[in-house]
């Protein structure tokens, strides 16, 4: 049980690791911009592992060749199935051999021919991002509303209560979809939108809490000391609680982020051309076939992504259950 419980807690919190610093370090690791359009004619719906001579004229133009040759009045480069001379005065990256630029496309590139390595980096950096703002905002909500609702006293609880069973009683994704379509999709209204529907599990679940430890005997205590009742919050029945309010908040990150991408697939939360994993891969739903690329390995990012928090999750819990 000890073994199954570090494996799962290190292979979520690794991954989780690896994940956030690949997002940090996007701009030193994304070899190009990721809305950079080179010759798009040229670029688009290259395959992985592409490369291609990348040709800069003086008057600030790129031609991506597929194979050129340097001759003795400049260059003869291959572009979109026909040759095309280039003359020396024009080609400001000119060298003995040919040109000193390469454009290599990792992961290959979309209808644009933007860099899909580029993008699904600083994806990461934008789905990452709102998931933990997101969890951070349901969870501030969900603490205060059922703390509020534990210690505030019966009438308090009654109403707060009721509110979030109205709440829960509506689909969460149907709810979201309801929400987004009125108003302007954008990074700020998904992070308010996720974070504001979020938090009615975390409410119930701090007030059961809450309501276990309020009479235990060492709350009873600092009661009997004449501590005040923001200070026994604050000091005993808070930390105590937040346990498993931090392990299901834990799991709601890889849920937020799911929803997230949900919603930028169906173009109701990130908007391109700001890249994330959901318009990613909603980019690439017309050409599974023949660019299959484009929605795979972002899909493969969004997929490694929640299960590493899924995993963190059941670590954490079987780490910290009293129980176990």
Known sequence: MRKRRGGLLAWGAGLIAVLVLVALAAPWLAPYDPAEQIDPPAALYRPPGTELAAVHLKNGDW???DRLRRTSTGLEIERLGRMESLPASEVANLTPDGVADRRLFLLGSDRFGRDLLSRTLYGARISL???ALSMVLALTLGVAVGSAAALGGRWVDAV?????DALMAFPWMFL???LAAFLRPGTVTTVALLGCTAWTSISRLTRAELLGLRNRDFVVAARAMGQPPFAIFRRHLLPHALTPV???ATLLVGNLILIESSLSFLGLGIQPPTPSWGNLIAEGRETLIQAWWIA?????ALALTVIAFNLLTDGLRDLLDPRA
């Open 63 to 65: 031609r991506l060749a």
């Open 129 to 131: 991002a709102v998931g």
């Open 160 to 164: 707060l209560m009721r509110g979030v």
């Open 176 to 178: 979201m979809l309801a």
């Open 246 to 248: 931090l392990i299901q």
């Open 296 to 300: 795979t390995f972002p899909g493969a």
